[in-house]
């Protein structure tokens, strides 16, 4: 079963402009984690953001994580159309087993 | 420095039938997990081995099995297959706790 859900499900903006996906989870977590998907392909891992840690930093990539409210927040600054992809979460609980959102299908139009 | 390869990329089977999928990790990653996506369910954990020893698996029937080798190396099967047994499956190794994975490009299984 999925922890949690993403909001929103699908996501269309012009280039250059900022996206914004947020998760939430419901049970305690050890780190969330976000990854993107092209076309039913393979993940790919973006960013790692502990249970101890607020926000984090990669590139374009800023995610915020508030443990008090089980939510976290992946924000995409100056969008590209290589970005159009589908976004998931998924929460590490320490058992090893990742357990993901819905995903986000984010559409960046050129 | 290779990513997590898996074969075949695509499989076509009938009902009844039963298929093996195969891993391979990154060299060095000890921990190897599978996963199964779907339209309606999404994505959900399969199982997860390392150093040979399953140490979590998911809510799957015992149709859904696998083993890890020596190498790391990792193999899945599904016994008797059905209908919604079709789905993309994917692979993922991992450095350890508190470490991302990192996917392979998934086979697509279609079960006619």
């Known amino acids: 079963s999925q922890q949690g859900e993403e909001d929103p499900q699908a996501l269309s903006i012009q280039e250059g402009e900022n996206a914004t996906m947020n998760c939430s989870y419901k049970t305690s977590i050890n780190n969330l984690q976000w990854y993107r998907q092209n076309s039913g392909r393979g993940l790919v891992h973006l960013i790692l953001?502990?249970?101890?840690?607020r926000e984090k930093h990669s590139g374009r990539l800023r995610v915020t994580l508030d443990t008090s409210k089980k939510s976290s927040s992946l924000l995409i600054t100056a969008s590209r159309a290589a970005d159009t992809a589908s976004y998931f979460c998924a929460t590490d609980t320490g058992r090893r087993a990742l357990t993901f959102g819905s995903g986000t299908r984010l559409q960046v139009q050129p | 420095k290779a990513g997590v390869t898996q074969t075949p990329r695509y499989l076509i089977k009938t009902r009844g039938q039963q298929v093996t999928l195969s891993c391979s990790p990154i060299s060095g990653h000890r921990s190897v997990s599978w996963y199964q996506q779907t339209p309606g369910q999404g994505l959900q954990f399969l199982f997860e081995y390392f150093s040979e020893t399953q140490r979590n698996k998911g809510n799957f029937p015992g149709r859904f099995s696998g083993r890890q080798f020596s190498n790391s190396r990792s193999e899945m099967n599904v016994s008797t297959l059905e209908l919604g047994d079709s789905a993309l499956y994917l692979c993922?190794?991992?450095?350890?706790?508190?470490?991302?994975?990192?996917f392979g490009s998934g086979t697509r299984l279609t079960v006619v």
């Open positions: 993922a190794s991992s450095q350890g706790a508190g470490y991302g994975y990192t």
């Open positions: 953001i502990r249970s101890n840690e």
